[in-house]
């Protein structure tokens, strides 16, 4: 996969190194796994880490 300077600076611009520390942090931060995570990212597509993501995630955590 290939991320564009335009989409990594999107991540840092957050305060992260990459999106692979974003997906970690929100792991982390969620504990869920990081496997689990990644799944849900894929799905989505990157254009979803900061809104669809994060309320599939918050789904994922009360569902689960």
Known sequence: MIISKQD???Y????????EDYLN???EEYGIELSTVKI??????ENEDFDG????LNDYKEDG
């Open 25 to 27: 942090n929100l792991a």
């Open 53 to 56: 993501l994060i309320t599939a």
């Open 12 to 19: 840092t611009w957050y305060g992260y190194k990459d999106r």
């Open 8 to 10: 990594e600076s999107r």
């Open 40 to 45: 849900i990212s894929d799905m989505l597509g």
